[in-house]
């Protein structure tokens, strides 16, 4: 069974650039969450989906966006890029929204590179 | 006080020793937790799960202080492949697949 993929994994953009990222949940699951990981940092928490629709927004600006497409899958979104926005940008995926008990399975993310 | 507090390290030890990493959180009502490992530019994968006063996998073993709001994991015998960095991982409020991470704590397992 295919896990939490995630596309590209690998790109340079220039700053004010916009980047599209991707990520198709494991089969079933309903749930999309994004993180960005700065090195030497844990992941922090940007946003989640949950049946097309956004359940929760971290502290991001809104240079950043994301939506959750019919089929489940994902795309974050930035506009502007800051050099500050090199991260790794991980997508998890879930089966609902509930507490505890709810597993959560991590993509093994996209490297971006503003240069 | 930060949601998630963690000792960075690196915490360097040797082959067969027991470590012991500590995490904080401010958020009085949570109620699970958990401890990711996270390999070298990999992504986070799940270790334990805690949500009462304690969890054990094998050499793994997970305590929850609720008073002194701590969560602990042990790691006994250890081996080469335990070095990664330990992320203690607590549910924001509202449930799902929100999370709030610690920096995460390094582990060098030597010879």
């Known amino acids: 069974d295919a896990g939490v993929t995630q596309s590209p994994t690998h790109l340079i953009k220039t700053r004010g650039q916009h980047v599209t990222l991707r990520c198709s949940p494991i089969?079933?699951?309903?749930?999309v969450s994004w993180y960005q990981q700065v090195l030497g940092q844990g992941p922090q928490f940007i946003f989640q989906?949950?049946?097309?629709?956004?359940?929760g927004r971290g502290n991001f600006p809104d240079r950043f966006s994301a939506r959750q497409f019919p089929n489940y899958s994902s795309e974050l979104n930035v506009n502007a890029l800051l050099l500050g926005d090199s991260a790794l940008y991980l997508c998890?995926?879930?089966?609902?929204?509930?507490?505890?008990?709810?597993?959560?399975?991590f993509g093994e993310g996209s490297w971006l590179t503003v240069v | 006080r930060k949601e998630v507090e963690q000792d960075p390290g690196p915490f360097n030890v040797p082959e067969g020793a027991t470590v012991a990493f500590n995490c904080t959180y401010s958020?009085?009502?949570?109620?699970?937790f958990f401890w990711y490992r996270q390999d070298c530019r990999k992504e986070p994968k799940l270790l334990m799960s805690?949500?009462?006063s304690g969890n054990e996998d094998g050499r793994f073993t997970a305590q929850l202080n609720r008073a002194s709001q701590y969560i602990s994991l042990l790691i006994r015998d250890s081996k080469l492949s335990d070095s990664a960095t330990y992320l203690c991982?607590?549910?924001?409020?509202?449930?799902?697949?929100?999370?709030?991470f610690g920096t995460g704590t390094q582990l060098k397992v030597e010879l």
């Open positions: 998890a995926s879930s089966l609902m929204t509930a507490s505890s008990g709810n597993t959560i399975y």
């Open positions: 089969s079933g699951h309903k749930s």
């Open positions: 989906y949950y049946e097309k629709e956004e359940r």
């Open positions: 958020n009085s009502a949570s109620q699970s």
């Open positions: 805690v949500y009462s």
């Open positions: 991982v607590v549910p924001i409020t509202g449930g799902g697949n929100k999370l709030t």
